[in-house]
């Protein structure tokens, strides 16, 4: 089986979304929690914004559209951390955030234990249509591999 990445995930919203203001809002937040890069490019002769990860071989594209996603429920995109550490510190920049934005809400979940594999997780959402579900894998207690690799 060849190696399979995910590349990108494009989100629409309704057309006049994508303000200066709006973009930065999704920067300041996105930014400072996963140090996404945001980024003003034209694509098929309309202004978009990208939020780049650090390697930026992954990204996630938003685009103004006639027929914007909806996503009233707790549709999302994993995001795997390494530790639970990790996840634990994200999850407590998520809350520094929300204590000055109430937009930000955050779904905490008890570990999930399946066989010997726990999984520590949360979900957070923030002006984008959809959930980023943080979480990290152990195995009895010890972190299953790095997820960067």
Do not use: R, W, Y
């Given at each position: 089986m060849p190696t399979m990445r995910?590349?990108?995930m494009e989100l629409t919203f309704p057309r006049g979304t994508l303000t200066k203001e709006f973009r930065e809002e999704v920067d300041a937040f996105y930014g400072s929690v996963f140090g996404w890069i945001?980024?003003?490019?034209?694509?098929?002769?309309q202004s978009c914004h990208i939020l780049l990860?650090?390697?930026?071989?992954?990204?996630?594209?938003l685009a103004e559209s006639?027929?914007?996603i909806e996503s009233p429920g707790f549709d999302h995109l994993g995001l795997l951390f390494a530790t639970r550490e990790e996840v634990d510190e994200k999850l407590e920049q998520v809350k520094r955030y929300q204590e000055k934005d109430d937009r930000v809400r955050i779904k905490e979940y008890d570990d999930l234990v399946t066989g010997d594999i726990t999984t520590r997780a949360f979900y957070v959402k923030y002006l984008l249509p959809i959930y980023f579900d943080v979480q990290a894998l152990e195995r009895g207690g010890e972190p299953i591999g790095n997820a960067l690799s």
């Open positions: 995910f590349n990108h945001g980024v003003d490019t034209d694509l098929l002769g990860s650090e390697e930026a071989q992954q990204f996630i594209l006639d027929k914007p």
